[in-house]
Nanobody, 123 residues
């Protein structure tokens, strides 16, 4: 019922920047929680950043290893969530995944995942 698509990944040198996008489509009222995760081969999935709040305002939070470098934001009109990544390091190389918790009705919430976008940082 709800589709989530990430984009914006690519190859960048250490110290560079990328901005990831997460766009939702389908029938839902609002995004309550948006979360960026990442997963690299041989490693567990990590929470990168989270934006909590269904209205125009909200509360962002970050993993310690990206704090001060990454910024999560949301555009409610475009049903999109973004992750601006600065000062990228080789350790940031991973598949970045977007998860959205949305309101489907007055009494129903749903979680939806995108397929991910690859970020590769060269030393």
């Amino acid at each position: 019922q709800v589709a989530v698509v990430e984009s914006g990944g690519g190859l960048v040198r250490a110290g560079g920047s990328l901005t990831l996008s997460c766009v939702a489509s389908g029938n839902f009222y609002s995004i309550y929680v948006a979360t960026w995760y990442r997963q690299a081969p041989g490693k567990q999935r990590e929470l990168v950043a989270r934006f909590i709040g269904g209205g125009a305002a909200g509360t962002p939070s970050y993993a310690d290893f990206v704090k001060g470098r990454f910024t999560i934001s949301r555009d409610n009109a475009k049903k999109s969530v973004y992750l601006q990544m600065n000062s990228l390091q080789a350790e940031d190389t991973a598949l970045y995944l977007c998860n959205l918790r949305v309101s489907l009705s007055q009494a129903n919430l749903g979680d939806y995942w995108g397929r991910g976008t690859q970020v590769t940082v060269s030393p």
